[in-house]
């Protein structure tokens, strides 16, 4: 059966929206976008965050304690250990897979704490402070370095959500774990939790209220608003990153005076949602853009629509569809684009999509046409034949003429495949909805659906 980016709770048929559960739902083939963020662990006002944010800066800044004892073989070997969490699943990469650093970029790091007499005596407060100092330190790097030296507690938490929602646990291997009682990691740590099915490598669940896009303290921030390239550079003098990261390490000062202007702003400092609708203004802003377009493929109307459309429907339809993906397709010469969503069967209507149609995922096919014609609904019917349920969504400009709407009966009563459309008017429907809150957009496709089965036989 086809599924387009499956995540764990598909495979395991978990009934919830990824805005009930307190993880992010992983991909089983390749990262969410988003980092942990140690400084949220820092500003929460849970005691236990406050405690693993003291754990996390204990176990980075006791590696300065073992260069200054002599060990600095064990300090450039936990941190390059450290520096690669793929359990987690979080970052850019399309396999799950990312590469630890090397013994050079190691070593610079753990030079930080020779090269500025108050790291080495005080140590970090806020390790993600190292961005500001080495080159090639970035969000992911650490994102993973946090998730590394916290992975005992991340393990119980997933441990803890897969039994409330009912996700299998298994022995697994755990590459590496690290132990606070001799500040070194364990190899190959056998220990029940989720694996991918496929590749039956083990997962870790993170909280979502860890998560950014980029950590409140980060390089480019401080770049922008708070480093004094006129001490820097020349007139006319490229910008380049190396060298503030040289000035930094000569002027321990303004990098503090940074730091403690984002503790001043903390207040501002939220995590951030895997997905964020558009304000009402904006959907009816795209909406009307919509109404201006001319059918077909002229300047462009075809993409235009489409792009609008898949901004609105995302939107409209969360959170009780978890948008999956947008597919382009070529049938018969055609290109063809596509929405997916996840049926995460959250209201009656989509569980019944889900018991009468096998649908686990709702195809949404976009056609910028002044009527659609047999192609068109037959294009759509073969592409639920991949395997993708026997449910679709015409998203078309016009209402089906008589003779199509009576195509789409026809496939009802002799294949049971629904095809229902979504017209303008459907859309402008939606948004009017999605503007007074008073009833979910979701509801506008009910209707349709609702008024297509009235129309069947019975």
Request: hydrophobic content about 35%; some cysteine.
């Amino acid at each position: 059966m086809v599924f387009i980016r499956p995540r764990i709770i598909d495979y395991y048929n978990i009934v919830a929206t990824q805005a009930q559960l307190d993880f992010a739902v992983p991909f089983l083939d390749e990262d969410i976008p988003l980092y942990v963020d140690p400084f949220l662990l820092w500003k929460s006002p849970s005691l236990q965050d406050q405690a693993l944010h003291t754990s996390l800066i204990n176990a980075f800044n006791h590696l300065n304690f073992l260069v200054k004892k002599g060990k600095a073989d064990q300090a450039r070997n936990n941190l390059i250990l450290a520096s690669e969490c793929k359990e987690v699943g979080l970052g850019l990469s399309k396999d799950r897979r990312g590469l630890r650093i090397g013994a050079n970029k190691a070593d610079e790091i753990l030079s930080i704490f020779q090269k500025i007499p108050e790291y080495g005596k005080y140590g970090f407060v806020h390790f993600e402070e190292i961005q500001l100092y080495v080159d090639g330190i970035a969000k992911d790097r650490i994102s993973d370095i946090c998730c590394n030296f916290i992975k005992s507690f991340l393990i119980d938490f997933t441990i803890q959500q897969c039994e409330e929602v009912g996700i299998t646990l298994e022995k697994t291997l755990i590459p590496i774990l690290y132990s606070y009682r001799d500040n070194s990691f364990l190899l190959e740590h056998e220990i029940t939790l989720p694996v991918n099915p496929e590749t039956k490598e083990p997962l870790i669940f993170v909280p979502k209220r860890w998560l950014r896009f980029s950590p409140w303290i980060n390089f480019e921030d401080y770049f922008k608003g708070y480093c004094p390239c006129d001490e820097i550079f020349n007139p006319g003098e490229p910008q380049e990153r190396v060298k503030v990261l040289n000035f930094n390490r000569e002027n321990y000062g303004v990098v503090q005076e940074y730091v403690k202007a984002k503790v001043r702003t903390q207040e501002d400092c939220k995590n951030d949602p895997l997905f964020r609708q558009i304000p009402v203004l904006s959907a009816k802003r795209k909406f009307a853009e919509i109404r201006k377009l001319p059918t077909g493929k002229e300047d462009e109307a075809d993409c235009h629509y489409e792009d609008y459309i898949c901004q609105l429907l995302t939107s409209l339809f969360y959170p009780d569809l978890d948008f999956a993906a947008e597919q382009s397709r070529t049938d018969s010469g055609r290109l063809i684009r596509d929405l997916i969503f996840y049926n995460n069967r959250s209201i009656d209507f989509l569980e019944e999509i889900y018991d009468n149609y096998g649908s686990r995922q709702i195809v949404f096919e976009l056609k910028n046409v002044q009527a659609i014609g047999r192609d068109h609904i037959n294009q759509l019917n073969r592409y639920l034949d991949t395997g993708l349920g026997k449910f679709g969504v015409l998203v078309t400009r016009n209402p089906l003429t008589k003779a199509m709407f009576s195509n789409t009966i026809d496939l009802w009563s002799g294949q049971r495949r629904c095809i229902i459309t979504l017209t303008d008017e459907d859309i402008s429907l939606m948004v009017n909805v999605f503007e007074s809150r008073q009833r979910s957009p979701i509801d506008v496709l009910k209707k349709k659906y609702i008024e297509f089965r009235r129309a069947c036989p019975s």
